[in-house]
């Protein structure tokens, strides 16, 4: 899992093959934590809608005992707790995840990739 592609370069096809990649990981993927600005935009949507799905703070808490993985649906990717298959409720887009040291290149990439407009 060490490609080097600037996420630049990285077509929408190749995200999906990152991504696809990423989600046949057979563990758990270690969660770093949430962007500054992306917290505040997910706690907004949370505050503003409650009930409509997961409480990012309570998905964070889940991030953090549980892991993460990748899942695509309908040609989406998202973020899910480990032991969650709600995309519905419990999922956050790669875009929102923090870069860190210590974790895998191709998660970066996808979270890089993610940031990029289309």
Known sequence: MNEKIPSSELSPERYIALAERLSEFPGILRFFGIEEMGYKKLKAESDEF???ATHIDTLIKRFETEGIKIVIERGKVFVLPFFSNDIENDS?????LKISD???????LLIR??????
């Open 102 to 108: 210590g974790m895998g290149n191709e998660l970066k």
């Open 92 to 96: 956050i887009f790669p875009r929102f």
């Open 113 to 118: 990739a993610g940031k990029q407009p289309s």
């Open 50 to 52: 409650p009930g409509y």
